[in-house]
């Protein structure tokens, strides 16, 4: 199992447009083989990123996501706020779960290569 967590410096002007955008996705991944779930976090602290987690079966089931079809679509409004609605870069994130107190019977996520967004 692995989280994939994207971290998004939004303006606070524009923080309503941006979780509208979530609001209204196209919830194509939901139907991907290995999704699990989606949250998008609001930060508590005006300078702080909103956070885009996604929760995977495994690595591969992700990494398909990434190069179908539906990853392409999903993310095609993507560029719908303007650059100055961001305050800096995204950063993503990838964690191998090893251990989750609601699931004790998880096998650990084997230690996997870095990851190269294509």
């Known amino acids: 199992?692995?989280?994939?967590?994207?971290?998004?410096?939004?303006?606070?002007e524009y923080a309503d447009q941006f979780e509208a955008?979530?609001?209204?996705?196209?919830?194509l991944v939901d139907e991907m083989p290995g999704f699990v779930s989606n949250q998008v976090l609001r930060p508590v602290n005006p300078e702080e990123p909103y956070i885009v987690l996604t929760l995977w079966n495994s690595?591969?089931?992700?990494?398909?996501?990434?190069h179908s079809d539906a990853f392409i679509q999903g993310h095609?409004?993507?560029?719908?706020?303007?650059?100055?609605?961001?305050?800096?870069?995204?950063?993503?994130?990838?964690?191998?779960v090893i251990q989750d107190?609601?699931?004790p019977d998880l096998k650990p996520?084997?230690?996997g290569e870095a990851f190269q967004p294509h």
Do not use: Q
């Open 1 to 12: 199992m692995i989280t994939v967590m994207n971290r998004i410096a939004v303006k606070p």
């Open 76 to 96: 095609a409004r993507s560029g719908s706020l303007p650059r100055e609605a961001f305050s800096g870069p995204n950063k993503l994130e990838i964690h191998e």
């Open 109 to 111: 996520e084997p230690r």
């Open 21 to 27: 955008r979530f609001h209204d996705r196209a919830r």
């Open 101 to 103: 107190s609601s699931r």
């Open 59 to 66: 690595r591969e089931e992700f990494e398909a996501w990434t």
